[in-house]
């Protein structure tokens, strides 16, 4: 049961992009739209639970001196699988618009960081699922942040246009900032995203501290844990 | 003329870290120190100079389909009459060029690392992991691989033969390097101000680099117009 523990804390409590801060550069270039967000993301997922579940086989064999090398080399091996399958069933528009980053993803740290940090000390069962959590909460971010940026510059989700309805062409009531969709608006929606979560991980961790202390009701957390808090409390 | 074109358009229009999002782990990483900043751009320089003057040898005479490849001149001397005519039409797979690629590029950084160890240890603990981590920096596979782009059938560079072709690699390598150094430099003189601001509570760290390295894009913008400017008047 490590394994479905590992997925679901992967997800949300050590999501790979907002939480570890790993894969940066792609999360910025490629969602654009939700589509080539989406599809980066899956590709992502494949390469990490297989590269996951390799490197977790041959832990044992390989030597602690040469392990990071060997790791890049399982990885670029199933990026250029990824590669491969993306060039041939992937639709044709979202594969030109993705171009360089498919081949990238063996430097994207994603998949490197997954294999030194766990996959190469647990086993196999356990690795696919971390890396199922990861590749799930990486896709889930890629999703949240190409929505954003797609729907405030183009007004779509999902190349289905949304605020076209209420205004069409030229008379549209809702003017959208097309630099939402290049370099500066990638950066403006990362960085508030970062700052939202961080303001939430603070503000859980501050309402727990003040549950622990007196100014609670103490008839709701109990002698025990009153006393567990009180050398820190103050 | 030509020289000033690319510069211009690697390091301010079409920079590789604020216009095409590559590179960023150090450029967040590493951008809190205007010393520390200044020399991972240099080192990230020095690995880009080297890995574009060697992947480009690489692409041509061992992957690249064509007489030039180094495949064909051995298969065809050996009597392999068909294994030739094979390499001549398609090279050895596309889909190597990756793995060759970060290989090169891994023994590299290895090196960089052990000169940098063995000259200035202050240099090496200041760059920490970041340093090992230069071979999973986007940047220094993505300037290698966008070169291929300019690789014609044959192994030429556009319109330049094979020698002049592999000077136009080089510096291309070393001006996406350049133009990583100017902006990590920019980016630790403002992380340096930041520093000593009040800020609200969760913007400080990484969230307000991410809105500099936003308004800095923004600003890079206003040279998007320069390179048809120049061309127009300079010709």
């Known amino acids: 049961m490590e394994a479905v523990r590992q997925f679901r804390k992967t997800i949300f409590k050590e999501n790979a992009l907002f939480v570890l801060v790993l894969g940066l550069c792609a999360s910025l270039a490629t969602t654009t739209s939700v589509k080539n967000g989406f599809f980066m993301a899956l590709a992502t997922l494949c390469v990490i639970v297989s590269a996951n579940t390799i490197v977790s086989l041959i ?41 360089i ?39 889930l971010a890629l999703v949240l942040i190409s929505a954003i940026r797609e729907f ?20 549209a009531l809702i003017k959208t900032p097309s630099a939402m969709v290049i370099g500066p608006g990638a950066f403006i929606t990362l960085g508030c995203l970062f700052a939202f979560f961080k303001w939430r991980r603070e503000r859980k961790t501050h309402a727990r501290a003040v549950l622990l202390t007196e100014t609670a009701v103490p008839w709701e957390i109990g002698p025990e844990k009153k006393r567990e808090a009180a050398p820190d409390g103050a | 003329m030509e020289l000033i074109y690319i510069i211009i358009g690697w390091v301010f229009v079409n920079n590789y870290v604020l216009s095409q ?12 120190k205007t010393p520390a900043a200044v020399s991972m751009g240099l080192a990230v320089t020095f690995v880009l100079t080297m890995d574009s003057f060697v992947t480009f040898p690489i692409y041509v005479y061992f992957i690249q389909p064509g007489p030039q490849n180094l495949f064909y001149s051995l298969t065809s001397s050996f009597g392999f009459g068909g294994a030739a005519e094979f390499i001549k ?22 090196l960089v690392e052990m000169v940098i160890r063995k000259t200035s240890k202050p240099l090496y603990d200041s760059l ?28 030429d ?57 936003a308004l800095m894009g923004l600003a890079f913008f206003g040279f998007t117009g320069i390179i048809t400017g120049l061309k127009a008047n300079l010709g």
């Open chain 2, 89 to 110: 039409t398609y090279g050895l797979s596309e889909v190597l060029t990756t793995g060759s690629f970060i290989l090169v590029i891994a023994a590299l950084v290895q």
């Open chain 2, 128 to 155: 920490g992991i970041y340093l090992a981590l230069i071979t999973t920096n986007c940047i220094v596979l993505a300037v290698p691989l966008n070169n291929l782009k300019q690789i014609k059938p044959g192994g």
């Open chain 1, 101 to 139: 980053f498919i081949p990238l993803i063996v430097v994207n740290c994603v998949p490197l960081a997954r294999a030194e940090a766990y996959a190469a000390k647990q086993n196999v069962i356990n690795s696919v699922g971390d890396g199922m959590g990861i590749g799930v909460g990486y896709m």
């Open chain 1, 59 to 99: 832990r044992r064999r390989i030597p602690n001196g040469v392990r990071i090398p060997c790791f890049i080399i399982v990885i670029a091996s199933f990026v250029m699988i990824v590669d491969m399958l993306m060039n041939a069933f992937a639709p044709p528009a979202v594969v030109a618009a993705l171009g």
């Open chain 1, 152 to 171: 405030l510059g183009n007004g779509s989700f999902w190349e289905i246009p949304i605020t076209a309805a209420i205004g069409p062409g030229d008379k």
């Open chain 2, 157 to 213: 560079w556009v319109g330049k033969s094979f020698p002049e072709g592999l000077m136009w690699a080089t510096i291309s390598g070393l001006v996406a390097g350049l133009g990583f150094t100017l902006v990590m430099l920019l980016m630790s003189g403002v992380r340096e101000r930041l520093a000593i601001t009040k800020l609200p509570k969760p913007f400080q760290g990484i969230p307000i680099v991410f809105i500099s390295a």
């Open chain 2, 21 to 32: 999002f590559l590179g960023l782990c150090p450029f967040i990483g590493v951008s809190k």
